[in-house]
């Protein structure tokens, strides 16, 4: 007896015997899953084929890091059965290993229509959830994984890491000791720990706690290098700077080396040669090529629209939700809306050229796939101000420029020295211009590329711009608040100094989660200064921005 069910391409159909050999791999994955691989691979060698045996290869080959492999393994049996959630599962796992959160994303919705009961594509899709900053979606998927699987050690961590974001310590706390309860070797619970001790200031806790889980023989190395940073952060807090600055630097150091040959190949365009090659082209255009129409109005019903950026850790999340606390306004955190035209026009060479160019009719696509995209992520800009805030959208102001000529740009600055050094020692979701952090060199060049770039633009653009310097709005939160407020064409009202209960409120994907649920904080400014002897060598770089932004000399 046969069948042609499984039958792909040139290879034999199916037997019973080789039904009976699929069904005894399945019971012994159960029990014993390498012994099931090795099983697996024996039936293929035999001319076996079935999806099962695909899956088995596939996570043989995501063990040993070969993620490529791995995703052409799944396609294949995928093909075989595209309805095979756990192929399925196992795949979306594979894509946020590659860092491909969005489509990641998508496998995991596809498994859990397939199955709505399967704790581990909840997970899954909370996981890439959470990388994509979506985290109120990733908090709904990990509480269904845990209401589904009690027993999901990996889900309770992500509640637990949730829950530190907010600063909400007991929960946090409960919920990562729940997962070590089910898993002692769930590393993420064992960093939510320490996290928990730093935000209650018990740092000499926190750095003992990390300095047991660097110790792990199996913790995995990008753990590890995060643990090195959140070291570096519990001995600074006990003045230890100098020890601190070598967990940073170690830590960051093998941040580096593990992706270095995604973003630091050689026939890779670094971010900062990325931006100074945006602005050579635009340097090159006719400087009446930019001159603001005067026609084009708002496209979504929003009353405003106004880009927040400078540079990362520049003050940006902090007034941002300030700003998302005015009833009037509402904002959207670090979400790439401009990306088609990104690709179209900065991505490679020529495209600023072309974009000088451009007729205003032909970026009216660009235009609506922004507001298409802004609702698609549960934003209602309608009757209130929009504030797209994206730090890094500096680098992007001739598109914008050209796209939302009429849109009003929020200009963050900090001291270079806070924002460089800040920079360097925190952990980012890594892509290309999180990259440059990895080093103090690279973290000053970047800025020093970004703020060059700006003072052209600002030069040159037909842009309404206002500046707000983060000391400043600490300093005189009602005075710089008011001037942003009549800026983008709203009341001031005393409702912005809750800005923090906004924050408790809201989910924040960036680093300064934890510290915007603090309220204002006057030791954000002068973060440098201990670390002085660290940044000798990029003084160079950022001494002629000290000067022009008009701090103190180092």
Known sequence: MTTTAQRSGGERAQTAADTRQIEAIRRTADADLPLAITMAAQARAQGVTHPLLHHMAALQLKHDGKLDEAVEELSRGLELDPRDAPMIITLGFCLIDLERLVQAAKMFELAIKLNPNSAPACYGYGWAAEGMGALDAAQSAWRRAVALDPNHADAWAGLSGLAVRRREWVDARTFSEKALALDPRQTDAMMNLARIDTGQGDHASAAKRIEETIALPFLKPLARANCRIMLGDALDAQGRQAEAFAAYKEGKAEIGALYANVFAAPNVDRATDVARRILAEFLETPSTAWARPVAGGLQAGERGHAFLMGFPRSGTTLLEQVLETHPDVVALDERPLLLSAEVEFLANPGGVTRLADVLPMFLEPFQENYWRTVKDLGVDPAGRVFVDKFPLATVRLPLISKIFPHAKIIFAIRDPRDVVFSCFRRSFNMNPAMYEFNTLEGAARYYDAVMRAAEVYFERLPLDVHRVKY????????????????????????????????????????????????????EGAGQWRPYAFALTDVMPILQPWVEKFGYEPS
């Open 471 to 522: 000391e400043e709005l600490v300093a005189d939160f009602d005075g710089v608040t008011r001037g942003v407020c009549d800026f983008i064409g709203v009341d001031w009202t005393d409702d912005l100094k809750n800005f923090a209960r906004t924050a408790g409120e809201r989910r924040i994907a960036t680093p300064s989660s934890t510290q915007i649920g603090r309220g204002l904080y006057a």
